[in-house]
């Protein structure tokens, strides 16, 4: 039978206080201790997983090895770990009822009603449970979405305050991250919101054993003796989570107001290591003292919200720090980049990076991108759909193929440079049909992205339904663009690239999702230093 313990983050006062970043964390100084931890994230929208909402509703889809569409979480997850997540790692509402929908047509619930307690909860608790019965972990850490008090939320809460029955109080404890907000006008940091938010908590039944409190000024004894005798827990059980300069300095935050110690005393469980963050403290050095800087303009379609892009941006400061430069980002709209001002609004960046995205809004403006990065020698980095504009520019501009587009914008082209996938021709639902997760890639020798990597053999991550057309691969590669990667099974190029241009690389898949703190990703820590190179050689 599975000893593992659990460990429950809910969140009150405010959504996006920061319960992933508190998970990941508690998680990395546990794992710095010896432990053996993952982090799971339950999401309360309907929706079967992120794959089909829009950007500007939970920021990027982040997908995992195994090919599953989850919360940007998970990457944080990773980004600490630096281990893989997985299907197991995220589960929605919409997983749990169709789950529990299902086995009621087949009959497994032997005609009795099916209810939300106790058919919705067990399938909840089954899933928490999921990755504690493996064995591979000492510590399951579960983020609960939302915040405590929503409707969506109620099963949730629910489930815990069962699972904390049933497992005892020294096998699952709940972390409740709250708001203790500073009112200007009075000058001073308020309880009520937090007490508030932990009543309605009890209220379904659940008492924290732990508060960690956001805040932007240090919370004084006296806050944490009143906090901890209104909300039932002791004083030392109170952790301030004060602003950091960087999500990276919050593990450090979180060692020194003693949060590790705190949840295993509680777990009854013994440590004999000390958490030392080497290797993540020379990452923090190099980061915050950078000793050169570079501007990256970051061609996207939902810039407004920069979560949109969260593992890129991440992924450049994980290639900075290892390059000791800080990585300056500009944000350009690409519906924004019309043929008056393209070379405006692009002028003097260091290296230009088009990004993901799906539907025709915004890519005439990310060919010219890539156009103004082909012709003026500028770093480019093209990643799933900016490697497909790619395409379509040196088709359109150097081949002359009049009207060369993809099939997703332009059905009726004479020149489908990019074509839908065969495997996608009948597919008509949207969700999870794509070409999703880990796929393997032969690299050319020569190439710079055989330099970066290594190795002659990879595997990255994809999301995409459509693809290089290798009908036009000989002509193409004729006049100047190379396929520097492709799939060994399935012939299809993964990667194309200009020999003759400095550093000109364009990948189906996305490298970003696979870039953590300890280990950078091999192409972002190339096109950053390919930049810095560039910005030397125009400065002189």
Known sequence: ??????????????????????????????????????????????????????????????????????????????????????????????????????????????????????????????????????????IVITEIGG????????????????????????????????????????????????QHSVKMLMQSGVSPDILVCRTEHDISDDIKRKLALFCNVKKEDVIQSIDAETIYDVPNLMLEEGLDTVVLKKLQLESTKEPELKVWNQFLQKHKNPISEVEIALIGKYIELHDSYKSITEAFIHAGSSNETKVKVRWVHSESLTPKNFEKKLQGVNGILVAPGFGDRGIEGKIRAVKYARENNIPFFGICLGMQMAVIEFARNVLNLEGASSTEMNKSTKHPVINLMESQEKVTEKGGTMRLGAWDCKLNTKSNVYKAYNSEFISERHRHRFEFNNDYLTQIEKAGMKAAGTNPKTGLVEVVEIPKHPWFVGVQYHPEYKSTVLKPHPLFVNFIKASLKYSKKVSN
């Open 1 to 138: 039978m599975s000893n593992t313990k659990y460990v429950f983050v809910t969140g009150g006062v405010t959504s996006s206080l920061g319960k992933g970043i508190i998970a990941a964390s508690l998680a990395k100084l546990l794992q710095e201790r010896g432990f053996s931890v993952t982090i799971q994230k339950l999401d309360p929208y309907i929706n079967i997983d992120p794959g089909t909402l829009n950007p500007y509703e939970h920021g990027e889809c982040y997908v995992t090895d195994d090919g599953a569409e989850t919360d940007l979480d998970l990457g944080h997850y990773e980004r600490y770990l630096n281990i893989p997540t997985s299907q197991a790692n995220n589960v929605t509402t919409g997983r749990i009822y169709q789950s529990v929908i299902n086995k009621e047509r087949k009959g497994e619930f032997l005609g009795k009603t099916v209810q939300v307690i106790p058919h919705i909860t067990d399938e909840i608790k089954r899933r928490i449970q999921l990755l504690g019965e493996t064995g591979d972990y000492d």
């Open 147 to 194: 915040t405590v008090g929503d409707i969506e939320s109620l099963p949730y809460v629910e489930s815990v305050r069962q699972m904390l029955w049933e497992k005892g109080e020294e096998n699952a404890i709940v972390i409740h991250l709250t708001l203790v907000p500073f009112l200007a006008a009075a000058g001073e940091l308020k309880t009520k919101p937090t």
